[in-house]
């Protein structure tokens, strides 16, 4: 019998520490028999509510995807105006201006492919059976005079990336926001490794494992929030749990 199971670790970088500000990412999963999935969030710094902006996204997410057809590849456009719409009412009465976050995530419907969007930046990375890796990310070399796309009531379709394939040839599934994107220089390599090694641990040791991993993070200047989310179908025995 397939199952799919998810662990995942968010934490707060050193300079809101300093600054005495929240974590301004966020992360969820959801498993239910229509299906699985994980987000994360990272608000935008500039916006006084980002950190909100950042649960919502998470929450509005995963009620957004429910009720969607077989597939949820077909119905991309219907997925983002749900999310958008879901994430403002959240939000009310606060200014969705002000609470402006990314929104990366992976889903698999019951039945279908597993579809992974990304609405600014960070990483999405999807481990296929043959160890191979597909990657989602933004493009930084124009970084210094391009704005990261954001949520907000206006943004479309065409503003996200996407990747799909069938459920059978995904293994893994990794979403990560920028403080951790950003300090990889072998993201396929650190996808890989880190799925490898946490894939035979309980929920609980590997969300742990997760979070010691991202508190000890080998990048000591780098003082962004890190959170990170993982996605994983396994086989086990016809009686489980």
Known sequence: MIVWKSFGASVIGASHVRAGKPNQDAWASFHRLWGDGIVVSDGVGSRPFSDLGSRAAC???????????????????????????????LLEPLVPRDC?????????????????????????????????????????ANAFTNTTVALSPDVTTEDWRWLSMPEEECRSIVVCTDGVADDLSDATGFVRAFCDAHRGLSTFSASRRAREALEKWPVPKHTDDRTLA????????????
């Open 100 to 140: 402006a976050a990314t929104c990366l995530f992976a889903v698999r419907m019951e039945g279908s492919a597993v579809l992974m969007g990304m609405l600014g930046d960070g990483l999405v990375a999807v481990v296929r059976g043959d160890d191979s890796v597909a990657v989602l990310s933004e493009e930084k």
């Open 230 to 241: 993982c996605l994983f179908r396994e086989e086990v025995d016809d009686d489980w749990p």
């Open 59 to 89: 929450l509005a997410v995963a009620r957004a995807v429910r009720g969607l057809g077989a597939n949820p590849d077909e119905d991309r456009a219907t997925l983002v105006d749900r999310i958008k719409r879901k994430w403002v009412a």
